[in-house]
């Protein structure tokens, strides 16, 4: 085999070991678009989860839950996502009873099949498609 072959077929070995991690990485880590969507769906926990808290500090200070998002915004409780990362669409929140009320979300992916901070803590675990959830406010010590 003359120097040049060896060459081309260092190269071609080379391309195919590179390809093969790059396929095998995909295939193990997950395609960058679906890495997108998950962590969508994360913020989208994240979201909730910081909404689930403000209601908190709501209560503490009225005694009573908002009537909307809208009055949950006019209160100092920091910074709040009231909206989907993705489609921009506001987060929706309705008081049940008293003490009671409900959050909603629309989520691309099950958090049961992934290692997520949904599935960590169970009170955000959801399927893909609208899910809602069902939360009564804490007083918090001041």
Known sequence: MTEAARGRAAGVIATVAVVGAVAAGIYVLGSPSEERVLKLDDRRTADLTTL???????????????????????????????????????????????????????????????????????????????QCFTREPRTLER
């Open 52 to 130: 689930a808290g403000a209601v908190d500090i709501f209560w503490t200070r009225h005694q009573r839950l908002p009537e909307s998002l809208d009055e949950l915004r006019s209160e100092p409780v920091g910074r709040l996502e009231l909206q989907d990362p993705s489609s921009g669409r506001a987060y929706e929140y309705r008081a049940l009873a008293e003490r009671s009320y409900e959050v909603c979300a629309v989520f691309e992916r099950d958090s049961a099949a992934r290692d997520s901070p949904a599935r960590a803590d169970g009170l955000w675990a959801h399927g893909p498609g609208r």
